[in-house]
């Protein structure tokens, strides 16, 4: 009787959460179970109406996903109400897509209406929007003509434009009607056959061919070829989506103008030329742009393993190449025939070279113009030049290009041995290049013999006429000087690689992934095998092109976009990386942009954009700022889309709102978004501050705060990070860490154990008196355990920091200030300041209240006053490897050091001080009155200055008047590795700053030879590669550093070079069968199957596997070394772990791995059902099923429990703080229908086999737990 009760209560439970979600959801999606005495009542459901998986737009185009609607036979789409034609609608397995091509640049509607019963039911359409951008029409393809081929230059079709297109199975019998040359409409079939209709023919207007999906061998070609031949009439041949490929056939364009080929890739090229895609002869106004260019059949030569050529170029002129990708190509681009002139004009800008051998391109004879290309792992060389052409080589990024540039015969060509060509020489002249990891580079400046490059000073210098090749003795021709040079922009060097790997090749960078191994493929020029396995066995997964769509239960897959790569680099020195310019003599560090990490997604992430008034659910519908800021949970992320957010009163963030430890609120740019938050609507008042940070636990990343009324920041909370902020022409200090509430009056209640990492304020002036705005400032209430990490304060017009204190008020906290640089303080960039401020570097206390603050590692130089004072500071305690050069400028007679006011126990260690006034850069300042270092406490090893320079190699204890002990030595400029300079005006956040967001000078003031123990040093330490946490924060290691001691209420805190400042807690454990490819810390490409039988571990059968095939792949960053555990069905499978091969044992592999990125692909053919990744220190499932991974937050350690440490109650899906059957309803309403129902905590709903994923096995653990059935949750 009681377990027929039991049977009839969990029924009826049941019953009730289904008529629940039912009705929230319309109908039911997926399958739920739940328990009747071990029968399961099960429901199905399928989508009711539109639901949009993705939209994006892009370059003259945009296009939508959505999941299949049931009972829909067809959709019709439009875009800003005009139907687009049906061909441009595709099914593929679990979902539709459209794409809408021919647009302007700006925002678009796209409307999606399912057709049901032959009928449109418009109660079932959705619509959403994307912006399109403008496709860049730069180049010698547009000079003097056009290369837009049947569309206008605004994007949009050319009136009259004939549409065809082309698929696999239409190739060779579509039909279109279209003149002949003598203007009689005549019918022609197939694609190679309508084109050779275009001959010669005046008659037929522009026409646009549009192929779509994966197109073999069309049974009319020209030689194995698809031959284009005297077209003038306005072509394009465009791909539609992302998945348009020319399989096993070349493009061949000769005699023809005004053509354009875009979005197409090429693989596996097998014609009797060889080409991927080739302009023979004859041709003018060509342009080539965002394909895909893979590899080809192999040739008969030695050098053609990889295939021919894969966009060469011959006797033809105004052409521009642009935004392609070439993927391993062994020959790119080749550029002329012997037998050209230097009057044909070619333009390549913006491509993707990547670990591609060689022809980047190749010239013969031409002029050449080759711009802002990102050149990554070429094994062979850059570009080369024979034959007196002239090329002008601007703007490019190169990374780890063997030699960037050769010209033949001479230069680094002769000192590889003769590597490139027997031709005589041409000429290259070189500006703003960025380079780094090259073999060689010899410029004419350095070689007027051997050279390989002519470097410019400027980009409008001319070439002098006695620059002559070795061999030929040709000079450069100086064309992008003259009258035929076109109007363009140059994007900065330094932006290239996130420009070019953002938008170069097919939309979203196309459907075909690969990750090359840097490691192997930067040097390797053999043939990646498994790269070309993977092409030749590439298939399309399109199931219906404009018709015959059916409806289609299967999961929708993850939708992944071209994202932007950040290039990281070791710290680069004078001789590994070069900055392409005269006047950087000293090869200072190529400015790098600083990317986040890949975007998080999910329920906790929050959209805003400068006019948003939405959900902030999506892109395309951002909210305001403040409305999220209110919103954010503990764990969030808050992204700002691009744009200027303009205020006119301070965003306060209160103490309430607070994250929480492990799980802060996040308020971030969005990834490659420009972000500047512009108070300007403020009145000058010391409450108008830009944001009041009063809240704990939050994290700032990657935006500028500018034009405040006061602070750009009052930071008054505890246990905060901001990174890679820029604080600038602010009212008052740029970040000042104080109290804002003013009854708190001890420390313990000041604000505490805040990071302020990788963070510039500059310009900051308050206008009234020009005395007040500091660049940093933690002072009169600020609590303990404050840090400032890689930071930089320049040209405000007060201090660069300042730790003043006040009897009033008392002692602060002590703060530490480490890897950090104050300059040309006392004065702003456009020229306020040099009164009466105090103008120094690093003012480190004052006021007669002693605080014994922390300074080590860091560098002042050209600041108004002193470098380092102690400013009247009688507990200063720490400075060391510092270093002070050229202060003083505003002539008042202050020195490098003036840190004599405080206690015999100061601890001063390897300090220097150097003056060269004939360096001082140009200011306004009255310029440097040379005056004495003054030190009190225990001085050692030492340069200072005092009449004279002194070294003290020992100690000896200072009392405060100016010392004269130690060895006279005369220091020199050579005693630095460089004293030149940037001048005043340049971006130091982005020139000074390393991949990873960490300083680096280029060795600036660095010393070296004698004096190399003393001071600051950048140059020896490494920039660490950013790391995500589970929410895509992005997390940055800093250098290592003792362990700061704390309260008893704080946690020790430690950093070091690999070790996270935040917990990582990602999800580690894998499982095939509950969460197919999805994964928050895997990234999964491959099949899945359940027909390969199961394979049973800790207890659990698995049925679903990942089949490891020659596409397969697996990558993820281990956040910290540890064990990698592959579980499989076959007992002796194997697998490649970082290209290495692996052997299971009873079905199991083990690895153990280092910190950082990893890959996973297949050996042999096998099937892999479940893996996990378990950090140093902790346990795998194996041993403890129930193991879950963690971090803490302050020491950085891996800790292991028995059950997932979560803060919160076990269950809590809906986050009310009790476990009822709304959480079990809740859950099963998110899987039915997830954009309307969101689980509030994703960690809290996962209570049957923590880390599995969210599924309906969790509703029914939460009612075993109502029905006690079970004690506790999660269920063991």
């Known amino acids: 009787m009681k377990n027929t009760m039991m049977k009839k209560r969990i029924a009826s439970l049941a019953a009730a959460a289904v008529m629940t979600a039912s009705c929230a959801a319309g109908t039911l999606s997926g399958t739920f179970s739940f328990l009747t005495g071990g029968a399961p009542i099960t429901a199905f459901a399928a989508e009711s109406a539109v639901k949009f998986i993705s939209t994006v737009g892009y370059g003259e185009g945009m296009y939508a996903m959505w999941s299949s609607v049931s009972g829909a036979s067809g959709y019709n789409v439009y875009v800003d109400g005009t139907q687009i034609d049906s061909m441009l609608i595709r099914q593929y397995s679990g979902y539709m897509r459209a794409d809408a091509v021919g647009l302007k640049a700006g925002s678009h509607t796209l409307k999606v209406v399912p057709v049901v019963g032959g009928k449109e039911d418009a109660s079932k359409a959705a619509e959403t929007k994307a912006t399109a951008y403008a496709h860049d029409r730069s180049g010698f393809g547009f000079v003097n003509g056009d290369s837009s081929g049947a569309y206008n230059k605004d994007g ?69 070829d698809l031959m284009v031949d005297t077209v003038t009439c306005g072509l394009t041949i465009e791909g539609i989506g992302n998945d348009t490929v020319f399989n096993g056939f070349g493009l061949v364009l000769k005699n023809s103008s005004n053509v354009e080929v875009r979005n197409i890739g090429f693989m596996n090229c097998n014609s009797s030329e060889g080409d991927d895609c080739g302009l023979q002869q004859g041709n003018n106004h060509i342009w080539v742009h965002n394909c895909d260019f893979f590899y080809g059949d192999a040739g008969s030569d030695a050098d053609q393993a990889k295939g021919d050529g894969a966009l060469d170029t011959k006797t ?95 230069g680094s060509d002769v000192g590889a041995g003769g590597i490139f060509s027997g031709e005589a020489g041409g000429i290259i002249k070189s500006y703003g290049n960025v380079m780094s990891g090259q073999k060689d ?440 490897n510092t270093t002070a050069y050229n202060n003083g400028v505003g002539g008042g007679g202050k020195a490098n050091y003036f840190v004599y006011r405080c206690s015999a126990s100061a601890d001063i260690q390897n300090t220097v001080t150097y003056y060269n006034t004939s360096k001082v850069s140009s200011t306004k300042a009255a310029g440097i009155k040379l005056a004495n270092d003054k030190f009190k406490g225990a001085v050692k090893n030492c340069l200072y200055y005092n009449s004279k320079y002194y070294y003290s190699a020992g100690s000896f204890n200072a009392d405060g008047s100016q010392p004269k002990v130690g060895d006279v030595v005369t220091p020199s400029d050579s005693d630095f590795i460089t004293l030149s300079v940037p001048a005043m005006g340049t971006d130091f956040h982005t020139k000074w700053r390393n991949s990873d967001g960490t300083l680096n000078t280029g060795g600036f003031a660095e010393t070296t030879g004698t004096y ?58 894998h499982d095939f069968t509950a969460n197919g490819t999805s994964s928050s810390f895997y990234t999964i490409a491959g099949n899945l199957s359940t027909a390969k039988g199961t394979a049973t571990y800790n207890g659990k059968t698995l049925t679903q596997c990942l089949k490891m095939e020659t596409a397969t792949s697996i990558s993820f960053t281990a956040p910290s070394a540890g064990k990698l555990t592959l579980v499989f069905a076959e007992a002796a499978a194997t697998a490649k772990v970082d290209g290495n091969k692996v052997t299971a044992t009873n079905g199991i592999i083990t690895v153990d791995l280092a910190q950082g990125a990893h890959t996973i692909t297949k050996a042999d053919a096998c099937n892999l059902f479940y893996m996990e990744y378990a950090a140093s220190g902790a346990t795998t499932t194996q041993s403890s099923p129930n193991t879950s991974i963690t971090s803490s937050e302050a020491a950085t350690t891996t800790t292991t429990s028995s059950l997932p440490v979560v803060d919160g109650l076990a269950g809590d899906a809906n986050g009310n703080g009790t476990v009822d059957m709304s959480d079990a309803v809740l859950i099963m309403q998110s899987l039915a229908n997830p954009s309307k129902f969101k689980v509030v905590r994703n960690d809290l709903a996962d209570v049957f086999e923590p880390g599995s994923g969210v599924t309906s096995m969790d509703a029914l653990s939460i009612q075993k737990l109502l029905l006690g059935l079970i004690t506790e949750l999660p269920e063991k």
């Open 316 to 410: 033809s002129t105004y052409v521009t190449h642009s935004y392609n990708h070439f993927w391993d190509n062994g020959k790119c681009n080749l550029q002329g025939m012997k037998s050209e002139s230097t009057e044909n004009y070619i333009t390549y800008h913006h491509n993707w070279y990547d670990h591609s051998d060689s022809r980047h391109p190749r010239i013969r004879t031409c002029s050449v113009h080759c711009y802002n290309n990102y050149f990554d792992g070429n094994a062979k060389y850059g570009v080369g030049v024979t034959m007196g052409s002239s090329c002008f080589v601007e703007n490019n990024y190169f990374r780890n290009c063997k030699y960037p540039m050769l010209s033949s015969m001479q």
């Open 1012 to 1069: 190399k123990s003393l001071g600051y040093h950048f140059t020896s330490l490494t920039p660490s590669t950013p790391v995500t946490t589970q929410q895509g924060q992005p997390v940055v290691t800093t250098a290592s550093q003792p362990t700061q001691t704390t309260s008893s209420q704080q946690p020790a805190q430690t950093t070091s070079s690999v070790q996270q400042q935040t917990p990582v807690a990602g999800n580690y454990v």
């Open 441 to 880: 580079y010899v410029t004419y400046q350095k070689d007027n013999t051997e050279f390989d490059a002519y470097e410019a000073s400027s980009k409008t210098e001319k070439v002098p006429a006695s620059v002559k090749t070795k061999s030929g003795g040709t000079s450069y021709n100086n064309f992008d000087t003259s009258s035929v040079m076109y109007s363009y922009t140059a994007d900065k060097a330094e932006d290239v690689p996130t420009i070019v790997t953002a938008k170069a090749g097919r939309v979203d960078g196309g459907d075909f992934k690969w990750k090359f191994d840097n490691a192997v493929d930067d040097e390797s020029y053999a043939v990646n095998t498994a790269l070309k396995s993977a092409l030749t066995s590439y298939k399309s997964s399109i199931t219906a092109i404009g018709s015959g769509f059916k409806e289609d239960n299967a999961a929708a897959p993850s939708v992944t976009t071209n994202s932007p790569v950040v290039v990281t680099t070791a710290a680069p020195t004078s001789n590994t990386t070069v900055q392409t310019t005269v006047q950087n003599t000293t090869q200072a560090p190529a400015a790098t942009t600083q990317t986040p990490a890949a975007p998080v997604t999910g329920s906790n992430v929050i959209y805003c954009s400068p006019t948003g008034s939405g959900s902030g659910k999506t892109m395309n519908d951002p909210a305001d700022v403040r409305s999220a800021i209110k919103s954010v949970p503990a764990g969030g992320v808050i992204y700002l889309l691009e744009g200027t957010y303009k205020f006119s009163e301070p965003i306060i963030i209160e103490e309430a709102n607070s994250g929480k430890s492990g799980s802060p609120k996040t308020i971030s740019a969005y990834p490659g978004a420009k972000v500047v938050f512009d108070f300007s609507g403020e009145s000058v008042s010391n409450t108008n501050r830009g944001f009041v940070l009063d809240g704990s636990y939050w994290h700032f990343y990657g935006f500028e705060v500018t034009k405040a009324g006061d602070n750009g920041m009052l930071l008054s909370g505890d246990n905060n990070k901001i990174e890679m902020m820029v604080f600038n022409n602010n009212q008052d200090t740029g970040l000042q860490i104080s109290r804002y509430n003013t009854n708190y009056a001890k420390v313990s209640e000041w604000p505490s154990y805040n990071t302020i990492l990788n963070c510039t304020s500059k310009n900051n002036c308050d206008d009234a008196t020009m005395e007040n705005a500091d660049g940093f400032a933690a002072k009169l209430t600020c609590g303990e355990g404050n840090v400032f990490d890689g930071c930089m304060a320049y040209n405000n017009s007060d201090d660069g920091w300042d730790l003043y204190a006040k009897t009033e008020t008392g002692p602060t906290g002590v703060v530490t200030i480490k890897n950090s640089i104050a300059f040309r303080n006392g004065f702003t960039e456009d020229g306020r300041g040099y009164g009466n401020c105090d103008g120094n570097g690093f003012k480190m206390g004052g006021g007669g209240v002693g605080t014994r603050h922390v300074v080590e590692n860091c560098l002042a130089f050209e600041n108004l006053n002193c470098g380092f004072t102690d400013n009247n500071n009688p507990e200063f305690g720490v400075l060391k």
């Open 156 to 224: 949009t079709l050319k009136t009259g434009a004939t549409v065809v297109y082309v698929t696999n199975d239409n190739k060779d019998k579509v039909s279109v009607s279209l003149p002949d040359k003598n203007g009689t409409a005549t019918t022609v079939t197939g694609v190679q056959n309508i084109i050779t209709n275009l001959k010669s023919n005046s008659k037929a207007g522009p026409v646009c061919i549009r192929v779509i999906g994966n197109i073999t061998d069309p049974s009319v070609l020209t030689k194995g």
